[in-house]
Nanobody
Framework: QGRLVESGGDSVQAGGSLRLSCTVPGFSSSNCGVNWYRQATGKQREWVSQMSAGSITTYADFVKGRFTISQDKVRDTVYLQMNSLKPEDTGRYFC????????????RGQGTQVTVSS
């Protein structure tokens, strides 16, 4: 199973911002979409946002208006800009590529930790 790297997580105060990055090999091929998920300690994983292969973006209701997903195909990277962070945004964030013809389909990383204090 291939590996990818998520980065950008940190500890911030409520109201702060972070930008997460996910480098996906082959993302520039336009056959890949990417989902961001998060998992807080003791809780189930939850879906956060998606960038489709066609560059359509969608968001979970609890992040709409605060988070923005974007892409840089030159760098094979997908970003998650997180503003107005809340303590309930605390968790480990993971990106997952998808798509039948995506070279990185199935690749997984270690995630990146986001901690928001009140």
């Amino acid at each position: 199973q291939g590996r990818l790297v998520e980065s950008g997580g940190d500890s911030v105060q409520a109201g702060g911002s972070l930008r997460l990055s996910c480098t996906v090999p082959g993302f520039s091929s336009s056959n890949c979409g990417v989902n961001w998920y998060r998992q807080a300690t003791g809780k189930q994983r939850e879906w956060v946002s998606q960038m489709s292969a066609g560059s359509i973006t969608t968001y979970a209701d609890f992040v709409k208006g605060r988070f923005t997903i974007s892409q840089d195909k030159v760098r094979d990277t997908v970003y998650l800009q997180m503003n107005s962070l809340k303590p309930e945004d605390t968790g480990r964030y993971f990106c997952e590529p998808y798509g039948l013809r995506c070279p990185a389909r199935g690749y997984r990383g270690q995630g990146t930790q986001v901690t928001v204090s009140s």
